[in-house]
């Protein structure tokens, strides 16, 4: 895989598929800055094992909702490295209730985390790539804002946005080589599914056409292909990454 920039910014990098996705990248000679949020020691240890494969890694501390706060830490990448290449927005949360008991913060909550963080970094990132003329942004949606799902009304309609957002983001960084991709994985074995009991598990991979869950390096895969110049040519494009839960 072939990358002409040379750091990203990823969100919510300290476990599960951010972490994948930071040494996967770190893998491919990219600088990549681990975003945290509420956990220093394992962002610190995931920074350290990087290091010790010979790659590069730094850590940036902030809430993704905290719109102040995530200005800042790109300007503190800015101020350290001269650009910002590549940014995936990872960061994401579920609260799960069906939709007839859902107050109306809980749905909030959800939207404010995976959408409207998510409109920060695009935005952001697009007024630094466009200067730069240059620059690719990832943004990890959901298989569910595509097919939707019961118990999880916040969580479609945060990520079924993130999916709209991406191509009109996409439409305006085309004129400036700025490229936005969505990537929608399916059932993938994190932290977040693994608080879902063993016959949930077991009535998912019923569906899946792969017969398995996802494993997160599977998304980081996925990640890598999109920022890297093998993908010069996609941009507003959704990729799946379901195993073929949903075609
Ligand atoms: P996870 O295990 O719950 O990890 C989520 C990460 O996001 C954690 O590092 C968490 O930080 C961080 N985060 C959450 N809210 C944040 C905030 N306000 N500011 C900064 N960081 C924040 O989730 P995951 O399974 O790796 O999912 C990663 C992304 O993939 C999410 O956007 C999720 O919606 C999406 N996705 C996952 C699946 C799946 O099956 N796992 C499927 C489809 C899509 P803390 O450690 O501080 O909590």
Known sequence: MKFS????????????IGAEIARTLAGFGLKVWINYRSNPEIADKLKEEIE????????????VTDEEAFIEGI???????GELSYLVNNAGITNDKL??????????????????????GCREALKLM????FGSVVNIASIIGERGNAGQTNYAA???????????????????????????????????????????????????????LGDAREIA????????????Y??????????????
């Open 75 to 81: 300007k503190a990448i800015i101020d350290s490295d």
């Open 158 to 212: 945060s990520k079924g946005g993130m999916i709209a957002m991406s191509k009109s983001f996409a439409y305006e960084g085309a004129p400036r080589n700025v490229r936005f991709n969505c990537i929608t994985p399916g059932f993938i074995q994190t932290d977040m599914t693994s608080v879902l009991k063993d016959e949930v598990k077991e009535n998912y991979i019923k569906n899946i056409p792969l017969g398995r």
């Open 52 to 63: 010790k494969s010979g790659g590069k890694a730094a850590l940036i501390k902030f809430d």
């Open 221 to 232: 895969q996925s990640v890598a292909f999109l920022l890297s110049d093998y993908s010069s």
């Open 130 to 133: 466009s200067k730069q003329r």
């Open 99 to 120: 939709a007839m008991r859902m107050k109306t913060e809980e749905f909030m909550d959800v939207i404010d985390a995976n959408l409207k963080s998510t409109f920060i």
């Open 5 to 16: 920039g040379k750091n990203v910014l990823i969100t919510g990098a300290s476990r599960s």
């Open 234 to 247: 996609i941009t507003g494009e959704v990729l799946k990454v379901n195993g073929g839960m949903y075609m």
